[in-house]
């Protein structure tokens, strides 16, 4: 689209939030947290801008 640009991509093995997770659940997330394509494959948010 034009004007539309990605301004930020987050990815959730990346936020602090994880260290709430359950204990096996974080452990996967950190290990996930190391690689970007299996992070995506996770939540992702897009942020845009016009």
Same mark, same amino acid.
């Given at each position: 689209m034009?004007?539309?640009k %990605?301004?930020?991509e987050?990815l %959730? /093995? ?10 096996? !659940?974080r !452990?996967? /997330?950190? %290990?996930?947290a190391h690689?970007t394509?299996i992070s995506?494959?996770?939540t /992702?948010v ?5």
């Amino acid at each position: 689209m034009d004007g539309l640009k %990605l301004v930020r991509e987050i990815l %959730l /093995t990346r936020e602090p939030e994880v260290a709430q997770f359950p204990a096996a !659940l974080r !452990l996967f /997330t950190r %290990l996930a947290a190391h690689s970007t394509a299996i992070s995506r494959r996770g939540t /992702t948010v897009l942020q845009y801008r016009f």
